[in-house]
């Protein structure tokens, strides 16, 4: 899976949160052609944003995003500051993931030995998302 990896803000829209905006507010199609180049070249467009899952999944749908995967050592691996420490962060969100695929919360893949671990949120029988509260609901 190739993926390209885009904040929104600032990155892929524009003033106003536009994908035809530049910062300054001119009209631009160079987002658009991005997109475009990475249908293309058959590159998943990731949205990592300091937004609201809401407002991300939206964008999302907007600009054809159709995956919700996501490479697990891209969760915390950003914010470690010491290389030394990487391996003890990475362990424990695998661990943590694990735990969240037990709880049916969560499901992870990796397409053979040593490549990337992806996950994603549980998609439930109609297409859904499970969610803790839809699991305790039921």
Known sequence: MRCVYTDLDGTLLGKGASLFRTAEGDFTLLA???L???????AEVVIKSGRRRAQVM???RLIG???DWARLDEFLIAFVVEPAVAATVFASSFASALELVREGVAEIHQKESFA???MRKRVGGNGSA???DAQETA
Request: hydrophobic share 25%; aromatic share 4%.
């Open 36 to 42: 475009e180049a990475c249908h293309r070249a058959g």
């Open 58 to 60: 939206e964008d999302a």
């Open 65 to 67: 995003q159709t995956s």
């Open 116 to 118: 990337p671990i992806y």
């Open 32 to 34: 658009a052609r991005a």
């Open 130 to 132: 499970t969610t803790h």
